[in-house]
């Protein structure tokens, strides 16, 4: 199994800014369309954003204009910059290959944003 690894999330006021980064294996990184999904408490997880292996970006509605996922061949890295922040936003977010493989789900980094 291999479980990818976030980091970047923390406690931010509403209108803030984090970016979140995750580095997956150079082989998944490669061929693979990545994604940020996030869980907020008591709903299901949720496709936020991915990206094609052409750098081709696509958002849910409720994060256009304000997030911004990027990719960085150079490094294998997949972030997810999150700017105007909302109180709404506040979950878990993880990444994963899009479609999501199970056996890639990791721990997920916490975003807290206060009102």
């Known amino acids: 199994q291999v479980h990818l690894v976030e980091s970047g999330g923390g406690l931010v006021q509403a209108g803030g800014s984090l970016r979140l980064s995750c580095t997956p294996s150079?082989?998944?990184?490669?061929?693979?369309?990545m994604g940020w999904y996030r869980q907020a408490p008591g709903k299901q997880r949720e496709l936020v954003s991915f990206i094609t292996t052409s750098n081709t970006p696509t958002y849910v509605d409720s994060v256009k204009g304000r997030f911004t996922i990027s990719r960085d061949n150079t490094k294998s890295t997949v972030y997810l910059e999150m700017n105007m922040l909302k109180p709404e936003d506040t979950a878990v977010y993880y990444c994963?290959?899009?479609?999501?493989?199970?056996?890639?789900w990791g721990k997920g980094t916490l975003v807290t944003v206060s009102s």
């Open positions: 994963n290959t899009q479609p999501p493989f199970m056996d890639y």
């Open positions: 150079e082989n998944i990184f490669r061929i693979r369309s």
